[in-house]
């Protein structure tokens, strides 16, 4: 019904930058709140980044600053701009949305992860 693609993983060095994206597509009335967790080695999944439709955004105390999440309503795409990475940002983020399908029925759905290594 619904599909998530994310992109723009990889390794990089402490105090570098990265950009994940993440398109939806599928059959869906709308796209309603959108967000980005993070899961480490060993970790339980955490909550990175949240963006609503009306854009309203909200943050991990410990990204707050460095990183930004934006969504383009019209791609139904959400985006990542990581700044001041530092190692213990590293782990795999998943995008994960909440869409509205025909017959106002509420769907979660997940993307398949993409690997952030910040390392030296």
């Known amino acids: 019904q619904v599909q998530l693609v994310e992109s723009g993983g990889g390794l990089v060095q402490p105090g570098g930058s990265l950009r994940l994206s993440c398109a939806a597509s599928?059959?869906?009335?709308?796209?309603?709140?959108m967000a980005w967790y993070r899961q480490a080695p060993g970790k339980e999944r955490e909550l990175v980044a949240t963006a609503t439709s009306s854009g309203i955004t909200n943050y991990a105390d410990s990204v707050k600053g460095r990183f930004t999440c934006s969504r383009d309503n019209a791609q139904n795409t959400l985006y990542l701009q990581m700044n001041s990475l530092k190692p213990e940002d590293t782990a795999v983020y998943y995008c994960?949305?909440?869409?509205?399908?025909?017959?106002?029925?509420?769907?979660?759905?997940w993307g398949q992860g993409t690997q952030v290594t910040v390392s030296s």
């Open positions: 599928g059959r869906m009335l709308s796209v309603d709140d």
């Open positions: 994960s949305i909440i869409a509205t399908l025909r017959g106002n029925y509420k769907y979660q759905t």
